[in-house]
C-alpha cells in the first residue's frame, strides 16, 4: 500500500526464495520499517501550501527526524514469507511523514539479503491548505488568504473546522553555561497570536482578512481537525 493515514493498521510482508525458486522456510529474517518527516504537495492544488513547516521549522518539539515503527526478529514459515505490523499512532507527527520497510534475510551461507520500500503517511484524512498572495507587506497592510481542505489526493471537503491565526513571532536572546568557563547564546523564539477567526471548509476557497499592526515576522496558519480526531495545520 503506497499511502496510509495516521491511525490506519499496516502490515508488511519479506519474501526470500532460493535461485531455483523453493521457498527459503526457516531463513532468519530482520523486518524492521522507520519514519522521517517528508514533503507532499496535493496534486490539485499546487498554489495552497499544506505543510506546517513555516511555524515548525524553529520550534525543537517538532516532528521527530527519525525513528522505529517496528522491528522483528523471524524465522520464514514454509512458504518463505514473514510479516510485521503496527498501528501507525505515529506519536509527534505534525506532517506528512515517510515510512521506510527494509527486510534482511540471511541464507545458509550466512550470505544477507536486503529489500525495502516506502510508503507516505498523511497526518488526517484532510489537509488544511493557504493561499496566500503577498508575503512581504507593510504593517497595517490588510491580509486576505484563502483557506481549503483537502483530501490528499486532492478533493475538496467542505464542511471541515479551520481555525485560522495570525500569529506574530519574536525572539527572545539568553546566555547559556556550557561548562566551567565557556557561555552559549540561545535564541527562543516566542510566538502571540494577534489576530484570529473561526471559518468552516466549502467546495470553493473561504477567508477572512487579517491586519499586522506591526512591522515583524508573521505567520498565517490554519489547523483542522478530521473525524478521527487527528490534527493538521499548514
Not at 100 to 120: K, L, M
Not at 123 to 140: M, Q, S, T, W
Not at 171 to 184: D, E, H, I, L, P
Request: net charge neutral.
Amino acid at each position: 500500500k503506497p499511502s496510509f493515514v495516521r491511525g490506519d493498521s499496516a502490515k508488511w510482508i519479506g519474501r526470500g526464495d532460493f535461485l531455483y525458486g523453493a521457498p527459503m522456510n526457516g531463513a532468519k529474517a530482520e523486518i524492521s520499517v522507520t519514519r522521517s518527516p517528508s514533503y507532499y504537495s496535493v496534486p490539485t492544488a499546487t498554489s495552497f501550501e499544506v505543510g506546517d513547516g513555516a511555524y515548525q521549522s524553529d520550534l525543537v518539539n517538532r516532528s521527530p527526524k527519525s525513528s522505529d515503527v517496528v522491528s522483528n526478529d523471524v524465522a520464514l514459515d514454509s512458504s518463505g514469507t514473514a510479516s510485521a505490523s503496527a498501528k501507525l499512532d505515529m506519536p509527534g507527527q505534525v506532517g506528512t511523514e515517510q515510512l521506510f520497510a527494509n527486510v534482511d534475510i540471511t541464507d545458509v551461507t550466512r550470505q544477507v539479503i536486503s529489500a525495502g520500500t516506502t510508503a507516505i503517511v498523511h497526518p488526517a484524512e484532510h489537509y488544511a491548505g493557504i493561499e496566500l498572495e503577498n508575503r512581504f507587506v507593510d504593517a497595517k497592510t490588510k491580509l486576505s488568504p484563502k483557506f481549503l481542505a483537502l483530501r490528499p489526493k486532492g478533493e475538496r471537503v467542505a464542511g471541515a473546522p479551520l481555525k485560522i491565526e495570525l500569529i506574530k513571532r519574536v525572539w527572545t536572546v539568553a546566555k547559556q553555561g556550557s561548562g566551567a568557563t565557556s557561555v552559549t547564546t540561545v535564541s527562543t523564539p516566542v510566538d502571540s497570536v494577534v489576530a484570529s477567526c473561526a471559518l468552516v471548509s466549502a467546495k470553493q476557497p473561504v477567508g477572512c482578512d487579517l491586519t499586522p499592526q506591526e512591522a515583524g515576522q508573521y505567520i498565517v496558519r490554519a489547523s483542522s481537525e478530521d473525524a478521527r480526531k487527528n490534527t493538521v495545520a499548514a
